[in-house]
């Protein structure tokens, strides 16, 4: 079955360390993308990537990280300088041919600092 | 002012009820309009897709775009419980791939 595997699902984390949440995608797509979700904010674009080894910072990137050294897989670090990092993430990604806007998601990461 | 704004809800309905979800939003370079449902502790899945002003209706859903006064609409017919879920709007310019802008997404239950 293709799709979107993030993991791990639930995450807690004292503060100070960084976490690293991984997403894998088997659909061949080219862009991938990491949005957070809090209540009453809706998703908001944190990092994405068109092609391997090249990213681009969205719309709240500072205190996250990236890589993406291979088509399938873009981990997001979230380091200790993000001020609240508690919140639900989610990867997606997308062919980047036509169907602009057709993204497909993972089920999604909750992480909680505690 | 948030590019896209949407009514968070919660909304509850009976079954059976009519369902009208809404979002507005100011910038007009946006070309794509888009509906998402997201279930409990799921990720959001593509419900609906339009391009052009107008009506797209699939099943039960109606999609309903008017550029001209830049607002879109999701219509439930005949809603299920299994509809209960939150919807998100999303817009993207032609130009920005697929960098969508998501509305903050409004919460249904429908009631058996």
């Known amino acids: 079955d293709g799709g979107i595997t993030q993991s791990p699902k639930y995450l807690f984390r004292k503060e100070g360390q960084n976490v690293t949440l991984s997403c894998e995608q088997n659909l061949n797509h080219d862009a991938m993308y990491w949005y957070r979700q809090d209540p009453g904010q809706g998703l908001r674009l944190i990092y994405y990537?068109?092609?391997?080894?090249?990213?681009q910072k969205g719309d709240i990137a500072e205190g996250y990280s990236v890589s993406r050294e291979k088509k399938e897989s873009f981990p997001l670090t979230v380091t200790s300088a993000q001020k609240n990092p508690t919140a639900f993430y989610l990867c997606?990604?997308?062919?980047?041919?036509?169907?602009?806007?057709?993204?497909?998601f993972g089920e999604g990461s909750r992480l909680t600092v505690l | 002012q948030k590019e896209v704004e949407q009514d968070p809800g919660p909304l509850s309905v009976p079954e059976g009820a009519i369902v009208s979800l809404n979002c507005t939003y100011s910038?007009?370079?946006?070309?794509?309009f888009m509906w998402y449902r997201q279930y409990s502790r799921k990720g959001p899945e593509l419900l609906m897709y339009t391009y052009s002003s107008g009506n797209k209706e699939d099943g039960r859903f109606t999609a309903q775009v008017d550029k001209s006064s830049k607002y879109i609409s999701l219509f439930i017919r005949d809603s299920q419980p299994s509809d209960s879920a939150t919807y998100l709007c999303a817009m993207v310019e032609e130009t920005s791939g697929s960098r969508l802008t998501f509305g903050e997404g409004t919460q249904l239950t429908v009631n058996p």
């Open positions: 990537s068109q092609i391997v080894n090249d990213f």
């Open positions: 997606a990604s997308h062919l980047d041919r036509g169907n602009t806007g057709e993204l497909f």
């Open positions: 910038n007009s370079a946006f070309q794509y």
